[in-house]
């Protein structure tokens, strides 16, 4: 089970940090991604950080502004976002697999509520 939080409103220019929190001792095994679905989207793919040595996944348009990282022992994955833009509003979910392609929704079999971002400009 997966709870995601954090979201929220923000300037353009500023800062967010989103926690996705999981259930379960398997956690270390699973591949943590975060996506994200601005109205009249789809869901898109956003950041990944895998299981073992965390090998971490961007998107071209959040990479050098975002940075996902896990802490095993917590169970946690976090979500940086910085120099944040209008276009980032969106709902952010959090996805956890232990197979498939990391960029592909369909390999998620978990996926976590949902935080709401706004970024106002």
């Known amino acids: 089970q997966l709870q995601a939080y954090g979201g929220g409103l923000v300037q353009a220019g500023g800062s967010r940090r989103l926690t996705c929190s999981a259930s379960?001792?398997?956690?270390?095994?699973?591949?943590v991604a975060w996506f994200r679905q601005a109205p009249g989207k789809e869901r898109e793919f956003v950041s990944a950080?895998?299981?073992?040595?965390?090998?971490?996944y961007y998107d071209d348009f959040v990479k050098g502004r975002f940075t996902i990282s896990r802490d095993n022992d917590k169970r946690t994955v976090y979500l940086q976002m910085n120099s944040l833009q209008p276009e980032d509003t969106a709902v952010y979910y959090c996805?956890?697999?232990?197979?498939?392609?990391?960029?592909?929704?369909?390999?998620?079999?978990?996926w976590g509520q949902g935080t709401q971002v706004t970024v106002s400009s």
């Open positions: 379960g001792r398997a956690f270390i095994n699973y591949t």
């Open positions: 950080v895998k299981y073992g040595v965390g090998t971490t």
């Open positions: 996805a956890a697999t232990d197979r498939g392609t990391v960029y592909s929704r369909p390999s998620y079999h978990y």
